[in-house]
């Protein structure tokens, strides 16, 4: 049997105030009227913490969006695990915070687009930056840790020194700079988003730089396309977390809908605890078995996994390959091509649509 | 290494809990989660910001052998890097 799961990532609504082109979200966003209810939300919850999940991190879209948020929040600070509210700001008050901290919130992630406020309100799509400020104020005069994430690209790459200032400034005790991960609206618009291996090179050695001297905790998330070897994504299919789309899909990871004929099953349909142990979709890339060369083999696979499954379907075709960035895939010259392409030429932005 | 007259504390952010799923004490904390053995789950919860390690390690030696300062100062010091507890100083 599979060990449990530590996390559920609860992808409450997919709708969102903003409308940021490199989102995770699929391109195929999830009708309101779609979404799971108040009281089957609340069974996920139930049905998670009974599986195993310590961590409740509710997300989305935009989770402020659900108006129920106040129940849900109440539910998951209930069964004893940690709370964690992922959220773009938009629509934080100080008075529904404080509501949300009382029901048991214990952690907010607050999404930051850029440090210069005409770029991260273009990225966001909307006027969003000076929100951002006073969300990030209220989050630290409430007196919770606050993590302040940064998705990173060709359009803000320049800007991480001011970035690392401006999450500092906003009291931040984390700081999680992402380099864009090619998924669901990202992978849409890569050719606008990737950066150049100058970019990286420059933003690599003010991260390591601010890492010296903050009191910050900053994590870094590599750019994995201009990487040798693969992220250990998720560190191994179905092995530590899980993801609940908002209308009850149950997936290894949140972009795993991409993959074709994995058979995603629904927690509408079965429970959560026989999906994760038993279901197709999550045993079809456990362990080390489905493994082919040049990974079966390799000492590395106990490092990353064979990378990513999803991207190994996306730019292959297989999602049983070798994830093609890695530099011992016979497809990484196709990874080459598209760095080549893609960095240089000026690309459109084309913004995540807001699902209704 | 962490001084032996260190009086440590949680975290900010940083909870405890008991998981039946694992039947095992648990530390909680942004985007992460330890999975805590008897005596390091005995550590964290003396971890109050008033005792020192000496006396955390003297009251440890009431219900297990064999515990030295030196060792609880080596776990609160390996906490200590994953942010689970504070210590001033």
Redesign the interface.
């Known amino acids: 049997m599979a060990d449990?799961p530590?996390?559920l990532l609860a992808e409450l609504t997919h709708r969102c105030p903003l409308q940021c082109g490199y989102c995770s979200n699929p391109l195929e966003l999830v009708q309101r009227s779609a979404e799971l209810s108040t009281d089957e939300w609340c069974s996920v919850f139930d049905q998670a913490r009974?599986?195993?999940v310590?961590?409740f991190h509710l997300s989305g879209g935009e989770p402020l969006a659900r108006r129920d948020l106040p129940e849900l929040v109440a539910h998951a600070g209930g069964l004893?695990?940690?709370v964690?509210l992922v959220t773009s700001g938009l629509g934080l008050t100080a008075a529904r915070l404080a509501d949300l901290r009382g029901r048991g919130v214990?952690?907010v992630?607050l999404s930051v687009q850029d440090a210069v406020r005409a770029n991260a309100d273009l990225i966001a799509g909307v006027r969003a930056f000076d929100h951002k400020l006073t969300a990030a104020r209220l989050v630290v005069e409430a007196g919770?840790?606050l993590?302040v994430n940064v998705v990173l690209h060709r359009r803000n790459l320049d800007h991480v020194g001011e970035i690392i200032d401006l999450a500092e400034r906003m009291g931040a005790?984390?700081l999680e700079l992402a380099n864009t991960q090619y998924y669901g609206w990202a992978l849409r618009n890569r050719a606008a988003l990737l950066p150049t291996r100058e970019q990286l090179d420059r933003a690599g050695a003010i991260v390591a730089g601010a890492r010296e001297r903050s009191r910050m905790?900053i994590v870094y998330v590599i750019a994995d396309y201009h990487e040798a070897h693969p992220k250990p994504c998720m560190y191994g299919w179905g092995a530590r977390q899980l993801t609940v789309a908002p209308d009850g899909d149950v997936l290894p990871c949140p972009a795993a809908g991409v993959i074709d004929g994995l058979g995603v099953e629904n927690v509408r349909d079965r429970p959560l605890g026989e999906i994760w142990h038993g279901s197709e979709s999550f045993n079809a890339f456990r362990g080390f078995d489905w493994m082919r060369e040049p990974c079966r083999s390799c000492a590395r696979k106990e490092v990353d996994f064979g990378g990513c499954r999803c991207q190994a379907f996306q730019l292959t075709g297989d999602a049983a390959n070798t994830d093609p960035v890695c530099s011992l895939s016979p497809r990484r010259p196709e990874v080459d091509l598209i760095l080549a392409e893609e960095t240089t030429a000026p690309a459109a932005l084309t913004m995540r649509k807001v699902a209704r | 290494m962490t001084e032996l007259d260190a009086t440590p504390r949680l975290g900010k952010g940083v909870k405890t809990s008991y998981d039946q799923t694992r039947d095992s004490h648990v530390v909680l904390f942004p985007e992460g989660v330890l999975v805590l053995n008897e005596t390091a789950a005995a550590v964290v919860g003396l971890c109050d910001g008033r005792t020192t390690i000496t006396g955390i390690a003297a009251r440890l030696a009431e219900d297990f052998d064999g515990v030295r300062p030196e060792d609880v100062a080596a776990l609160v010091a390996r906490l200590t890097a994953r942010k689970v507890v504070e210590t001033d100083g």
């Open positions: 449990a530590f996390g009974a599986l195993g310590l961590q004893g695990g940690y964690n214990d952690h992630q919770l840790p993590t005790d984390r905790e």
